[in-house]
T-cell receptor, first 114, second 113 residues
Framework: NAGVTQTPKFQVLKTGQSMTLQCAQD?????MSWYRQDPGMGLRLIHY???????DQGEVPNGYNVSRSTTEDFPLRLLSAAPSQTSVYFC?????????????FGPGTRLTVT | DAKTTQPTSMDCAEGRAANLPCNHS???????VYWYRQIHSQGPQYIIH???NNETNEMASLIITEDRKSSTLILPHATLRDTAVYYC??????????????FGKGTLLTVNP
């Protein structure tokens, strides 16, 4: 049981490039989310998904796309990278929607856009 | 979700209890109080949650005041590995419909040798 995995761990992009951050969980969780964390700030929700085929925007969705074709995977796509997207990105999944909002977070992807 | 207020930072001696306060004076009756923490460079980690009653698990205890306007997370015997940012969140549990978990800035707890 690997939990929540994220790839890559580090990435450097040039302005205008696109890329996909991968997130996978092997716990059969229905809910998955993407957050970004900037220095000195808390986490901000980008997008989330309540199940395969269903996604919704969080508080900072601009510049990002998501899809959820399977329960296990929830990739985050940067359409045209900008320096303002330099951040640490965390993917998370929830264990059980009928019990607690207990999220399992991945180790993060550290992205630098130059 | 109700707004929560936490001190920016706190210190604690190793082996002593760490008591982290959280104010949530506008909390509504169906909002739970959740605590997470984030150790440096790692993803956040769920600690504990509660609605009205005090709660305890293997990591910590949660004390919620009777009027539910504030709560305290207690780490009974803090270790150096408990140094982290601790987040208090008031969250409406909607029983499975669309959900969001929003973190604020939290409290940086530093456990000193």
């Amino acid at each position: 049981n690997a939990g929540v995995t994220q790839t890559p761990k580090f990435q450097v992009l040039k302005t205008g490039q696109s890329m996909t951050l991968q997130c996978a969980q092997d716990m059969n969780h229905e809910y998955m989310s993407w957050y970004r964390q900037d220095p000195g700030m808390g986490l901000r929700l980008i997008h989330y998904s309540v199940g395969a085929g269903i996604t919704d925007q969080g508080e900072v969705p601009n510049g990002y796309n998501v899809s959820r074709s399977t329960t296990e995977d929830f990739p985050l796509r940067l359409l045209s990278a900008a320096p303002s997207q330099t951040s640490v990105y965390f993917c998370a999944s929830t264990r059980d929607r009928d019990t607690v909002y207990e999220q399992y977070f991945g180790p993060g992807t550290r992205l630098t856009v130059t | 979700d109700a707004k929560t207020t936490q001190p920016t930072s706190m210190d604690c001696a190793e082996g002593r209890a760490a008591n982290l306060p959280c104010n949530h004076s506008t909390i509504s009756g169906n909002e739970y109080v959740y605590w997470y923490r984030q150790i440096h460079s790692q993803g956040p980690q769920y600690i504990i949650h509660g609605l009205k009653n005090n709660e305890t698990n293997e990591m910590a205890s949660l004390i919620i005041t009777e009027d539910r306007k504030s709560s305290t997370l207690i780490l009974p015997h803090a270790t150096l590995r408990d140094t982290a940012v601790y987040y208090c969140i008031a969250l409406h549990w909607s029983g499975g419909s669309n959900y969001k978990l929003t973190f604020g800035k939290g409290t940086l707890l530093t456990v000193n040798p």
